[in-house]
């Protein structure tokens, strides 16, 4: 559904909820700012989302941050009181893994890895090989004459996600990997700018690692997180939900939001996190959701009578 269709978002009220808890059987979650910020849960989440389990609501989370696997995520969620299960989570690193798995990549072939060990356990549980991520954060790339750069040349894709220890090292990696082993993919997790890595501010996102690889290479990647329709494609094969069934609940107009309205479903962008009301409100933007609510315990500050 286009935003054209959507020219106004309503302030989330009671009346909302009721109506969404009539209509919705799925309740999609986006991650950072949105259940926490850094390694803080915002207040009032643990309950909002008990709430809606108490009324048979499945509940996914689908987080763009690749840092992690979905098992170190599911440990986070523990680590903060949440009980989650793995096959609630879809992170853009379990993507990754799935894009190569459900387009027959060579299990001989090899898979470079810009980005945190999350994108190397996921390929490993895929049956894939991972070479660099944190490893890789060490090394250097010396710039003398007669150097030659070497690298492994049955490499068939590399993967680009977050990655707090991106140096120049990498970046040569992933770019011959590219430019001289014939056919590799260059698959990006996700293209967000900046996001929540601590709870007191926005850090860099695994946009700027893209974009870096982007411009040595020449070349745009295959996108496999929000906005991509991938892990929507893949959510509706494991779940068996129709779309208009779902409501995604994110703090991103460009991601979340977007990921939510391309699959035509409900949608509610939550303040808690990178975009603000005068963001929301600003003429230039285009992507309306639905709803919209200071952070995600207002559902359940809404029914409260």
């Not at 991650?31 to 915002?42: A, E, F, Q, R």
């Not at 779309?243 to 949608?267: E, P």
């Amino acid at each position: 559904m286009n935003s054209a269709a959507r020219p106004t978002s309503q302030l989330l009220s009671a009346a909302d909820i009721r109506d969404l808890l009539d209509s919705v059987d799925a309740f999609l979650f986006d991650c950072d700012g949105v259940i926490w910020k850094g390694y803080s849960l915002i207040d009032g989440v643990a309950q909002a989302l008990e709430f809606l389990r108490s009324k048979g609501k499945r509940l996914v989370f689908v987080t763009n941050n690749s840092t992690k696997s979905r098992r170190q995520y599911a440990e986070k969620f523990q680590s903060l009181g949440i009980s989650v299960n793995e096959d609630e989570i879809f992170s853009s690193s379990f993507a990754a893994a799935m894009y190569l798995k459900v387009n027959n990549f060579p299990q001989e072939k090899k898979v470079y890895a810009i980005g945190g060990e999350g994108i190397l356990e996921e390929l490993q549980l895929a049956g894939y090989t991972g070479l660099g991520g944190p490893e890789d954060g060490q090394k250097t790339a010396e710039l003398k004459p007669d150097c030659l750069f070497e690298h492994d040349k049955s490499v068939g894709a590399v993967v680009v996600g977050l990655d707090q220890y991106i140096n120049y090292y990498k970046l040569q990696y992933g770019t011959l990997c590219i430019r001289e082993n014939p056919g590799c993919l260059f698959i990006a997790t996700n293209r967000d700018a900046v996001g929540h890595m601590t709870n007191l501010q926005e850090w860099p996102g695994a946009g700027c690692m893209v974009a870096a690889i982007c411009g040595s290479t020449q070349k745009e990647p295959i996108v496999v997180g929000k906005p991509s329709t991938f892990m929507m494609d893949f959510l509706l094969k494991k779940f068996n939900i129709s779309c208009s069934r779902m409501c995604m609940v994110g703090d991103r107009l460009d991601t979340d939001i977007l990921f939510g309205q391309n699959a035509g479903c409900k949608t509610l962008l939550v303040l808690s996190g990178c975009t603000t009301l005068p963001d929301l409100q600003d003429p230039s933007n285009k992507i309306r959701p639905d709803y919209y609510a200071s952070k995600v315990s207002d559902i359940l500050e809404l029914m409260e009578p």
